[in-house]
């Protein structure tokens, strides 16, 4: 059907032709004209929409509709003009009649109107006769678009036995119609395939069970076919379908079930404790973790003996030894084995116990076992020094068996001993201390043991049935060895002992324990003496403190390092065993400077290495690294002095004339004073020099020399003239050197200052020479102790009150002492010396000295 709207130019009527007009077209084209009817137009002519049809595959273009112009008066001087969005090549118009056509089919889904605009021209003048007018060409929908699902096929799940309704999964079809022009996009879903199980709801497209008690094990997987059919579902609609897997996920809702009641397991009764014997399965038709199953032994007689535990791969009860089986005691064991869900569900409790029960029967089976011992480990002992044969112990042992074979025994292939490390590996072999007796199991020393060398001894007895030597047996048995006295003590000399110089009589030098090799009953209470048999120790003594220790004591004062460092002391030692033992140890005690009043046991020199935290090895590298600092200091001085330019220049240089030295001097004048030729040959010019380095004897010396008394009456005879010439020259000399000693040393220096200013030979340069001379006397005299009244006292115990004034003294008692051994002896050098002098002097005046 086609219709003709034509308006009216400048005017308010409006024309409209129809050709073939249905009646719904018809009614919406009136109602267009009569709404423009009653409005006042401001312009000549006014548009509405137009429609075409999508998808037209006639012949011939599709009529649209057609303009027209009160200006038209048919004669063709109007032309008509079209433009926008698919003029000239869609939409076509006739520049005489108006008329529109579409030549190409259209698809709404593609694009659904078009925005054009119409001109009405004069055709000679090419005058707008109106102004350029907009209007519409919508594209009407047909139903060409099925309704399309989302690629699929789609994969859910659901869980089994679920209540009817169960909601499963959505799926939702498109139709690419217009929704909103008829019913070509309005979808309704059915289901095609899959019922009774599931439905869908027509209109949003929800799947649901549709059945109750759907069980997994019976049917797992269902394919759903749903349809999708557009003009809702009228006749004439187009359709789309999709496939649903739908798969029932599983519950527990099986109990586990054993295949059978009773079961029967053979188990040899050699079977090791703790390994499996056997197994069991229970089936369970669920899946995962629904059919995990607990096994349990749920009668007193299995559990004692079997224990059952679950394989989670296999799903298996996996039957153990708790306990070694003994034929000739029980031959059968009846075993009640439970199988139960682990992970039960409380809604399927109406189904019954998620549980099952089955009998196994264990028929035990005889094996010929070796022999078994009384116990399961042996402590045995026996006294050291025993004599060989001794009897240590018995170990027994039977045959399990119902034959009740007789038993060998015999000692392991080695002994197992304990050894200390540093220690030679030891013989090993049962028979090296032990032997045991084949019928009775008698264990007897082959040899006296010695406990302080081996406390214990751990062997291994063997067992073997006389009929069948093949089944052994072992037991280990532990031998203590007890302890008798048979080692004497001796002292314990862990540190030196250090005597003090400064000692008194009475001072305890050293405390002293004793060690015993024997155990605590009889080797721990020690008594202490000095050999009898040897005279009394002029230096030492021991006291007995009768708590196993004893104290060395000194018996003099005032020992010293230098006169003699090592002393001897020999110590005798009781114990207290049975018999008691006794021995003698010889000590070494060192003589040595010690610190705090002889509170310290240590020397000085080891304190201070003590201190300082320095081994010998640290001392000897330290020493060595100063040594190789000195030699490269050494060195370098050396190169450096052999590197020196020569002072004097030879006597072909030019510049002979030139004095080359680093001092500043007084101009010219240093030139001309002194001779230049003591410049170039300074070896000369020190033999010109005077001996500064001569100074006065000491008055004190002068106190000890002694003169020969001059000679009466010339020269002695019997003297040759050599002699009486050396004679007179050692005169001379003794004569130039009391006049020195009586020359005063203020005199002296002054002296040598005048040489030193009038010496012409020194070179032209400042020189600093130093005199010391502190003056003469004092009135308040020496304070030195070796010049006073106390310094002269003669005897051993004159210095002794020093030794009482504390540990700030003792140096000053050490050089007290001192003095007092040299006094006594010059003393005595004196003495022997005046009387030589005097037997000299007696023997007659004119007589020759013998020579």
Same mark, same amino acid.
């Given at each position: ?77 109007? &032309? ?180 059978? %009641? ?18 069991? %399965? ?78 196994? %029967? ?193 018996? &003099? ?152 008394? #001059? ?51 020194? #070179? ?88």
């Amino acid at each position: 059907m086609r219709c003709k709207l034509m308006l009216p130019l400048k005017s308010s009527a409006v024309a409209i032709y129809c050709s073939s007009l249905s009646e719904h077209n018809c009614k919406r084209h009136n109602t267009n004209a009569s709404y423009i009817t009653q409005r006042k137009p401001k312009r000549g002519w006014i548009w509405n929409q137009f429609f075409v049809l999508e998808e037209h595959i006639g012949p011939d273009a599709q009529y649209v509709g057609k303009l027209h112009s009160n200006s038209d008066k048919g004669d063709g001087s109007v &032309r008509y003009i079209l433009s926008g969005e698919g003029a000239g090549t869609i939409f076509i118009i006739d520049e005489v009649t108006g008329d529109i056509h579409a030549a190409k089919s259209l698809d709404r889904e593609r694009k659904s109107h078009y925005v054009l605009h119409a001109q009405a021209l004069d055709r000679y003048t090419e005058e707008a006769l109106e102004p350029k007018s907009e209007f519409i060409i919508k594209v009407q929908d047909i139903n060409d678009n099925a309704p399309k699902f989302p690629e699929g096929p789609f994969v859910v799940s659901v869980p089994e036995m679920s209540e009817v309704g169960t909601s499963v999964i959505q799926i939702t079809a498109t139709d690419a119609d217009d929704p909103t022009y008829g019913n070509s996009a309005r979808i309704v879903y059915s289901i095609l395939q899959g019922q009774p199980y599931f439905s869908v709801d027509p209109k949003t497209g929800i799947i649901r069970t549709a059945l109750t008690n759907m069980d997994r094990e019976a049917k797992e997987h269902y394919a759903v076919v749903i349809q999708a059919k557009d003009m809702a579902g009228q006749v004439g609609g187009l359709s789309g379908s999709t496939t649903v897997n739908i798969t029932l996920s599983d519950v527990n809702d099986n109990p586990p079930k054993f295949p059978q %009641k009773n079961y029967q397991l053979y188990v040899p009764e050699s079977a090791q404790v703790g390994k499996p014997v056997g197994k069991i %399965k229970a089936n369970d038709e669920d899946l995962g973790v629904n059919a995990d199953i607990k096994y349990t032994i749920i009668n007193s007689e299995g559990a004692n003996t079997f224990s059952i535990s679950s394989d989670r791969d296999t799903r298996e009860g996996v039957i153990s030894l708790k306990k070694p089986l003994n034929y000739e005691r029980k031959k059968t064991y009846t075993l009640h084995i439970e199988a139960t869900n682990t992970h039960a569900d409380p809604r399927f409790t109406y189904l019954g116990p998620f549980k099952d029960t089955a009998a196994l %029967k264990i028929t035990v089976g005889d094996v010929d076992e070796p022999p078994v011992f009384s116990m399961e480990y042996y402590i045995m002992d026996v006294y050291e020094n025993a004599p060989a044969g001794t009897e240590v112990g018995v170990v027994t042992a039977r045959d399990p068996d119902s034959r009740n074979s007789p038993v060998r025994y015999f000692m392991g292939n080695k002994e197992e001993e304990e050894e200390e490390e540093g220690e030679e590996e030891k013989e090993v072999g049962g028979v090296r201390y032990f032997t045991i007796d084949g019928v009775s199991g008698v264990i007897r020393t082959t040899q006296p043991l010695d406990r302080e060398a081996q406390p214990w001894h751990n062997i291994t007895v063997m067992a073997s049935e006389v009929d069948n030597p093949s089944l052994l047996s072992q037991v280990a048995v532990t031998t203590q060895v007890l302890d008798v006295n048979d080692n004497a003590p001796e002292v314990a000399a862990d540190e030196e002992v250090i005597v003090c110089e400064s000692s008194r009589p009475g001072q305890v030098i050293q405390t002293i324990t004793a060690v015993d090799k024997d155990d605590f009953a009889n080797g721990q209470r020690f008594s202490f003496a000095l050999p009898s048999q040897l005279p009394a120790n002029p230096n030492f003594t021991l006291k007995d403190n009768e708590d196993s220790t004893a104290s060395i004591v000194a018996r &003099r004062r005032r020992f010293s390092h230098l006169t003699q460092e090592l002393y001897r002391l020999a110590v005798v030692v009781w114990d207290g065993g049975e018999p008691t033992l006794s021995g003698t140890s010889t000590l070494t005690l060192r003589v040595c400077p010690c610190r705090g009043h002889g509170r310290a046991r240590t020397c000085q020199g080891e304190a201070f290495l003590t201190a300082a935290g320095l081994s010998t090895g640290a001392l000897v590298a330290i020493l060595l690294c100063v040594a190789i600092l000195l030699a490269i200091v050494v060195l370098f001085i050396t190169l450096r002095r052999s590197k020196k330019e020569p002072l004097i220049f030879s006597e072909e240089d030019i510049r002979e004339n030139v004095v080359t030295y680093d001092d500043e001097g007084g101009g010219e004048e240093d030139t001309e004073a002194f001779d230049i030729a003591a410049l170039r040959n300074p070896a000369g010019a020190e033999e010109l020099k005077f001996r500064r380095d001569v100074r006065p004897e000491s008055r004190q010396r002068r106190r000890h020399h002694r003169h020969r008394p #001059p000679r009466e009456g010339g020269a002695p005879r019997g003297l040759s003239r050599e002699e009486e010439e050396e004679e007179e020259e050692r005169e001379e000399l003794e004569l130039e050197k009391e006049r020195l000693d009586a020359a005063d040393v203020h005199e002296f220096i002054k002296q040598k200052l005048v040489e030193a200013d009038l010496d012409a030979s020194v #070179p032209p340069y400042d020189s600093l020479q130093t005199y010391a001379y502190e003056g003469q006397g004092s009135p308040a005299g020496s304070i030195s102790s070796l010049d006073s009244p106390a310094g002269a006292r003669s005897g051993e115990g004159e210095c002794d009150f020093l030794d009482d004034w504390g540990p700030q003294f003792q140096g000053l008692a050490g050089l007290c002492g001192e003095a007092t051994a040299e006094a006594t002896a010059e003393a005595t050098a004196e003495a022997a010396a005046a009387a030589s002098e005097a037997a000299v002097t007696n023997g007659g005046g004119d007589q020759a000295l013998p020579i």
